[in-house]
């Protein structure tokens, strides 16, 4: 598979952009003063569906036309990419075939069958997820559309920063969340084009450091059972995403599950804002590595919205 | 006192605009659906210290300015008033007094301190917050700034539905909380200058609804002792934002505490914002009152943000 260009992405763009919000970009004077540095953040939580995916899964499911898409798309994935691309699957009018681990969050799985998702459960390991699927996708002939191992979804996911970075041209510093490394690729490949001279930063949960240790080692070292408080950042990277990662990213941070608490409370205190645990894994790693923003204008991507309002992880600490 | 003209919110926005966060609208299509109706909503939960009182504060402050405001202000709330008197002084290098009921919630009491404030606690009732504040005024010579029935203030809070209506002038209806009526107020006079045709509502809780009754009885008609979710409206209309109830407002709308917890968690769920019960009050309304709404465009206060994610009213149900 080819490594995506901006121009790719700059064609996803004309592709999608009727169909996705050009979500707002919020500054907040509080997390300012406290990171000492000026933060941009581009709220991808308020993108349909709640997370920036559903950016890919409309540039998949829309450039797929035409090639046997009538049969419908599936993928395997507890949350985000779930939700999207049913709903980016029912607004062409195509069936979608969503594996979920049966210990999926639970608003996950409502959001999916609210877009007319056919959920198909499987146990909470990668072979029955890929099993499952498989034997779905023998059943009904739908295309598989992967997570992030995936050039269209790739390309999609790179939209949000580019529209960051044509509103703040001169931003000095992106943070942006790793799991897969969907985002984060498509994110490195905009800003690199955009602005030379930015230093695109990957951020992952201690608990989930194979982009790290990928990164670092220069070969790919995945997850093997990652336990987080970030269910989006469970997965590892593929080979797409860590060849565009090596390339382009200019470190990988990592911070613990209660910096990530911590920095999702200050989210919702001090911005107003509704983030899943996946998205304040950025925030808090721009507040652990003050020498890489001081002074600076560094931006944010807000990669979802979709927290269980049930089971929060704030206390009275 | 008289009542403010659109004029003298014209002025209260030139004088406040360079301080105040113009916050943005939001829109839902989850919404749009459920409601039947094109909703705006004008997020003040993203408006400094949290919600929309900062710009009543700021404008009363700084209409002060010369006249012996140089021993600080004071004034006796339980919540976003009072964080936002507090931080609206100290910009100006003023001293601010403050008198809270001991029940406040934690995190309001935790903003008033974080922006200076000098906290004079009192008890649970009218005639407590009354003589402590008038005690406070004798010791410091402080200027009392009422929450609500104050003429710069009311003036100031008009300054959200002005900018709303001036992005959104076809507006047909508009859905604005009410407590002391201090927003409902500002919200009206600027509503019904700028669009005439515009159906101005306050929104209540059943179980504080003093509103409700002065308007359709003629007569201020207090509440005594409410206990209602919607902590930020349980005061009672004031002589002055009654004249301008009755005059502008077209009818107050009631909601069960069921509804206002209900549409709180639809704004957090569908459109990731985190906003009090007070400010759920507005949609709660819209949803129970489709012939007010269907097939058109409503304008929607959303008053704050400040709410206590440590207690938290959701549940399985």
Redesign the interface.
Known sequence: MDIPTFDNIKSAYMLIHEHVHRT?V?TS?ALNEMAECSLFFK?E??Q?T?SFKFRGATNAVLSLSGSGSEKGVATHSSGNHAAALALAAKKQGLRSFIVMPRSSPF?KVAAVRSYGGDITFCDNNLVSREETLERVIKETGATFVHPYDNFNVVCGQGTAAMELLEDHPDMEALFVPVGGGGVLSGSAVSAKALTPGIKVYGCEPENADDAYRSFTQGDIVPSVNPSTIADGLRTSLSQLTFRIISKYADDIFTVSEQEIIDAM?LI??R?????EPSSAVALAAVLKHPEAVKGKTAGIILTG?NAD??N?P???G
């Not at 911005?271 to 983030?275: E, H, I, S």
Request: glycine fraction near 8%; proline fraction near 4%.
């Open positions: 707002p919020l004077s709220c939580n308020f349909k709640g608003n409370r919702w205190e911005m107003k804002v509704v983030t919205g309002l049930l929060l704030f206390d009275r």
